[in-house]
């Protein structure tokens, strides 16, 4: 341990003599190794660690996917027989829970407020694992018959509306006019589905309708906790069965031919946005690498000068092994500093990670900070980093014979074409990983901007939506849904800056994500295949509201909405899809999923009157689906929203419009509210936006490096042949020829990186081609605009140390050593 500390002192000293040197070394380490610091916090806390429930990695979901139509989502909400018979009749779960969500109305200071609420299954805490932090947690008691009504309720709750106060602890709430008693305040990190207020529901098979339990019948999401040693294949083997079994009791509910998917509850709440922290990581893989090389080109370049040193070091019997011991010593102390720094960039880094981070792909459970992890894996890259920096320039150091580097007249006699060779090769390297990370910035950002210039089909600029919540058992009937709906629009319309106001069931890009989809019967069509289509339920004011263009026949109108006429407006890609070359005005359509519901016309034909330009209404990236618009008074089911058109910030018109509400019913409230802007931006173009900015940021970093890099080769090439251009200027050489041969050097360099980099990009752009859309992974706009940029760069690093060399007096060149 002592030749340790003495190497270490010495490697103070030496850090010391050359300040700039170790500041610049230091800051190219601290950005590479805490740019990797901060993507891997974050995969640490979204992907491998985002939920605080013991043993979350056996927690698993389930669902039944229909083999004959494979792009669409799989059911994942199971009635309580179903629900039950899953959970009986596996061999895989140590037990499943289920969660049914509910919209809770909270009469408070305020007025009425909703919360995000759920009926759990009495097992649910047990299974999670969790314990309260004050109070206890819904037991198997509270779901047997006649038990007291009671909830749960979040940390996120009690601070934001309770302030914290422990008093509150055993109230009774009106919660959705029930009196319910508070038992349990969970801790922070118990945001199960992002909820607010669990309340426990009974649960047997008795619980469907027509029984005496009370309960109507509820679909549950479920979760499940593996039995230790099964993985996710078995369990989905095992479920199939059971699934198969079930289909014959409930036919209606299954596809003719399906099957049963399961993964961990931790890939059901991030998705697809973990392949983008994925290719992060490669990203900050490379920028500790580009990162790396620069330092090494320091520490060659640092290694060259004291040639004469260590040869005399050696000279008086320091080992070669000893030598490279000291070097690399001095090595690590770079790294050391380099890491603390680092740290202290990933603590900041991590602040921005987890305010741009999308919020509908990251867990309401998981914390991205800094953790002992984050740290452990700094310190394990810093160690790595000592040898990628260190080894090559150490091991150079002592190469090869002592007596040149004690006999040489010039800076790096002894070794300076070997150490040349070394300080180019890295600097093709940094280039060509810099290449990298800028064509993923840049088909980052010619994504983005392809899904910010797709034809929506209509504007969504100042459209403000809001979900009214109803107190239970009112305005439940289509004829009191209509009586609301008519006097709310009457006065919101009427407010100032107030352009047009509609009521619907969805707004027109997420049509598909409603559920509001049926089969379709066409008098006179035969086919083979499913015919299906969405639908979307809406007063008169909906097209004018979001600007619908109309291609044919007419808009529904106020008589067609309040006589509930049975017509429908239906989509371009409606018509083409299933009358081809015909014209559809006045041809009939069944949606079948009517006959389902109780207040429905069941067996009741709509005649088409109008057809309209396509929506984007199955997301950004897909193409749109057959989908029709129906009067609002068709049915009292789904839930309703408004639709509010304004001159001005919709954002602002929110509390007047919450007041106009309220002056109608006290006990109404408002939810899901803003503006279809930002539901775009956090849905649709927030992991874009994200994978971007992130992508940008370290490309930008790693051009920056790379600059350094450049910019320090050619400044020591320069003094290392100064005595050559010394020469060359006394034969005659012109200021200008001098230029011309340093900027070749430096332009040979730029395009070996940028061949290498091509060429690594072709193959490495395959880990973001799920993330990119509208644009081609090998986009020649994007390459050649990055292949300009480093170019650009290069020659910029390039001209000072090119300009200093033409600046050179002969007669002191002559003499320079």
Wanted: hydrophobic share 45%; charged share 20%.
């Amino acid at each position: 341990m002592d030749w340790f500390l003495r190497d270490l002192r010495f490697g103070l000293r030496n850090m010391n003599k050359d300040r700039r040197f170790a500041l610049l070394a230091i800051l190219a380490l601290a950005l590479g190794i805490g740019a990797t610091t901060v993507i891997f916090s974050a995969i640490d806390s979204i992907l491998i660690e985002p939920f605080p429930y013991p043993h979350a990695d056996r927690l698993a979901v389930f669902a039944i996917f229909d083999l004959n139509d494979t792009k669409a989502y799989g059911r994942a909400d199971f009635s309580t027989p179903e629900f039950m018979d899953f959970r009986e009749q596996n061999h895989v779960f140590e037990d499943v829970a289920g969660l049914s969500g509910e919209d809770v109305l909270y009469s408070g200071k305020e007025g009425t407020q909703q919360f995000d609420g759920a009926w759990v299954t009495p097992n649910s805490f047990e299974l999670l694992g969790m314990k309260p932090l004050l109070g206890r947690a819904i037991t198997s008691d509270d779901g047997r018959p006649g038990a007291a009504p009671v909830f749960v309720m979040s940390y996120r709750l009690w601070a934001s509306q309770f302030n914290r106060d422990p008093k509150i602890m055993g109230t009774t709430m009106m919660l959705n006019d029930q009196p319910r008693t508070l038992v349990g305040i969970m801790p922070p990190r118990f945001l199960w589905e992002d909820c607010d207020i669990w309340m426990p529901i009974y649960w047997t098979h008795s619980d469907l309708p027509g029984t005496n339990t009370g309960h109507p019948r509820r679909f549950f999401t479920a979760v499940a906790r593996l039995k230790p040693g099964v993985d996710l294949q078995a369990a989905a083997a095992d479920l199939n069965v059971v699934a198969h079994r079930i289909s014959a009791i409930y036919p209606q509910d299954y596809p003719p031919r399906f099957r049963v998917v399961t993964w961990t509850m931790t890939q059901d709440a991030v998705g697809h946005f973990r392949f983008t922290l994925y290719a992060l990581m490669a990203a900050v893989a490379m920028l500790l690498l580009i990162a790396c090389s620069n330092v090494a080109n320091l520490l060659l370049a640092r290694a060259t000068a004291r040639e004469r040193e260590i040869a005399i070091r050696a000279s008086l019997g320091a080992t070669r092994t000893r030598l490279v011991r000291q070097l690399l010593a001095e090595s690590f102390l770079l790294c050391a500093a380099a890491c603390g720094v680092g740290c202290l960039f990933a603590y900041f880094g991590l602040k921005w990670i987890a305010t741009g981070s999308p919020r509908y792909f990251v867990p309401p459970e998981a914390v991205v900070a800094l953790k002992p992890a984050a740290l452990w894996f700094a310190l394990g890259v810093t160690i790595v980093t000592t040898f990628l920096c260190g080894l090559a320039p150490a091991l150079h150091a002592v190469h090869g014979d002592l007596y040149p580097r004690l006999t040489g007249t010039g800076k790096g006699a002894g070794g300076g074409f070997r150490h040349g060779k070394l300080r180019s090769g890295l600097v093709i390297f940094e280039v060509g990983l810099s290449i990298v990370l800028l064509v993923g910035a840049g088909l980052m950002m010619r994504t983005l901007l392809a899904m910010q210039h797709v034809d929506l089909g209509f504007n969504p600029r100042n459209i403000l939506v809001v979900r009214p919540v109803f107190p239970r058992g009112q305005y439940e009937t289509a004829e009191q849904k209509e009586a609301f709906f008519e006097q709310a629009l009457q006065r919101i319309a009427a407010l100032p800056g107030v352009t047009a106001a509609a009521e619907v069931t969805a707004p027109p890009f997420y049509t598909y994500y409603t559920g509001l989809g049926s089969d379709v019967t066409i008098p006179g069509k035969t086919h083979s295949e499913s015919w299906t289509a969405v639908f979307r339920l809406c007063s008169a004011d909906y097209f004018r509201t979001v600007g619908v263009r109309l291609l044919r026949g007419r808009l529904l109108s106020e008589a067609d909405v309040t006589s509930t006429r049975r017509v429908a407006v239906i989509n371009q890609t409606f018509a083409r899809a299933y009358f081809k070359d015909e014209d559809p005005i006045g041809k009939q359509i069944k949606f079948n999923q009517f006959d389902q519901i109780a207040d429905a016309p069941h067996d009741a034909y709509f005649e088409i009157i109008g057809v309209v330009g396509d929506v984007k209404n199955a997301g950004l990236r897909n193409a749109p689906i057959p989908e029709a618009c129906l009067p609002d008074t068709v049915t009292g089911g789904y839930f309703r929203r408004i639709m509010v058109k304004t001159a001005v910030d919709p954002l602002s018109l929110l509390p007047t419009i919450r007041q106009e509400i309220w002056a109608m019913d006290s006990n109404i409230a408002l939810t899901q509210t803003d503006t279809i802007e930002n539901f775009m931006k956090r849905w649709t173009y927030g992991e874009p936006e994200f994978a971007m900015d992130t992508f940008g940021a370290f490309a930008g970093i790693g051009l920056a490096l790379v600059i350094i890099g450049v910019f320090s080769v050619m400044a020591y090439t320069v003094s290392l042949e100064t005595h050559d251009i010394g020469v060359r200027m006394a034969l005659g050489a012109q200021p200008g020829d001098i230029l011309k041969m340093i900027l070749l050097k430096g332009l040979r360099l730029i395009g070996a990186g940028v061949v290498v980099g091509l060429l690594a990009s072709l193959g490495l752009t395959r880990l973001i081609a799920s993330q990119i859309w509208g644009v081609s992974p090998t986009d020649p706009l994007t390459f050649t605009a990055v292949v300009v940029a480093i170019i650009a760069v290069g020659l910029a690093a390039c001209l000072l140390p090119a300009r200093r060399a033409t600046q050179v007096d002969p007669l002191i060149a002559l003499r320079y050593e």
